[in-house]
């Protein structure tokens, strides 16, 4: 199983989108585990972690570039999330997904 993680501000409300993302994936078939953590622990969390992809939510968007360049150091990719895949609706939900679904490794 391949899993993703979404780095935020506190890790609440990616806590969300990761559940209803993962059990979305699942209901496609895909194995694709999606977690969160807070901002605090996003640069020990790509240089030490077994995810293959990490996910910058919108709030957490003044941190992109130091993330990206530790993910880029590591070789695990780093990418941000726009704000409209960042709603816990249905439409937001799949956007996510999908964002996901093309970054993984």
Do not use: H, R, W
């Amino acid at each position: 199983m391949k899993k993703a993680l979404i780095i935020c501000a506190a890790g609440m409300s990616s806590s969300l989108m990761a559940k209803k993302v993962t059990e979305y994936l699942a209901s496609k078939d895909k194995a694709i585990s999606v977690d969160a953590v807070s901002a605090t622990e996003g640069s020990n969390m790509i240089k030490n972690s077994d995810f293959s992809l990490f996910l910058i939510s919108p709030q957490t968007m003044m941190m992109f570039d130091k993330l990206k360049k530790i993910g880029d150091e590591v070789g695990k990719p780093v990418v941000s999330i726009p704000f409209q895949a960042y709603i816990p609706i249905q439409s937001g939900i799949e956007q996510l997904a999908k964002l996901i679904d093309e970054n993984i490794n």
